[in-house]
């Protein structure tokens, strides 16, 4: 990959992982595998940095996409309390 083609694959990447949702049709391990596939050997220290930061970036979307999922999981119903079991405020 030439320098011009790793600068656009980068700037490509940065416009798309500024975007992530936790709707978005490719998982983040597509975004993933697609950032490593880029060969650091052939990078100037810039790309090596901008790429860096969107490492940085893919960790910080996944940890808030876990975050979001943890709350769905506890807002659930799936407690035995919520769902109607034994517990306080059942009726018995």
């Known amino acids: 990959m030439s320098y011009q083609d790793i600068d656009k694959e980068i700037a490509h990447l940065e416009v798309v992982f500024n975007a992530l949702s936790g ?9 993933h595998r697609r950032l490593h596939a880029l060969n650091r050997s052939s ?4 790309q090596r940095q901008r790429v860096a930061h969107l490492e940085a970036r893919l960790r910080s979307v996944g940890a ?5 999922a943890g709350a769905t999981r506890v ?3 799936t407690s035995p309390l919520m769902a109607g079991g034994s517990g306080i405020g059942s009726a018995s």
């Open 23 to 31: 709707r978005d049709r490719f998982p983040l391990s597509y975004w």
């Open 64 to 68: 808030r996409l876990d975050e979001l």
């Open 43 to 46: 990078m100037v220290p810039a």
């Open 75 to 77: 807002g659930s119903c």
